[in-house]
């Protein structure tokens, strides 16, 4: 007799997370959170030290049969520390308006579960602060493009209508950094872990 309850049980439980991965299901929510910026130098005499930003704004998910579509928008700040070769150091800000179009899968079931995903990202510069000091020069500057792309990955937990994710973004927009005397090549790329609510 236990026996045959312990595999009815197992048979209702696999059931139930197998209805919940299959079943269509739409999701619309808020998102905040921090990044840590850096700029790849490879092969550069400059180097770059990670700053701290946030991001805020709107997510939608669209799941069905264990995958899902997550179409994002939100506003972030990049920020970026750079020391080139002659020992001045600059800081540049970016605000953009990001939109990043995540495929991933979803594990679990009655509210806890796990999440992994990948895809494209859109950024559209919408305000650009370059603070390059005196020790630097006005000839140096880090021409960061109006229209940029990446490609992001990660993975998240849900608890119930709350959600934590941890990605990484690699730039592929190659931006123009001058030192006064060399001009360099470079990509912004970035850790962001953020906290999310779901309406429903």
Known sequence: MKKLLLTLGIFLAVTAVSKAQLLPKVQF????????SSLSNSGSTFSSENRAGYLGGIWARFGALGF???????ITSKNVDIN???????S?????????LLLGGKIGAFGL????????????AINKDN?????????????????????????GIDISKISIDLRYEAGLTKQNYFDGSTNY????SLFNLSLAYAFL
């Open 29 to 36: 929510g808020i998102k905040g959170g921090v990044n840590l």
């Open 68 to 74: 899902n579509f997550q179409p994002e928008l939100y």
């Open 84 to 90: 080139n070769s002659n020992g001045a150091a600059s």
């Open 92 to 100: 540049a800000k970016f605000t953009s308006i990001d939109v990043p």
């Open 113 to 124: 579960g796990g999440r992994f995903y990948a895809g494209p990202l859109l950024s559209f």
């Open 131 to 155: 603070n390059l000091g005196s020790a630097v020069g006005s000839a140096t500057r880090f021409d960061y493009k109006s229209s940029n792309f990446a490609i992001t990955a990660g993975a």
């Open 185 to 188: 090549k470079t990509r912004v």
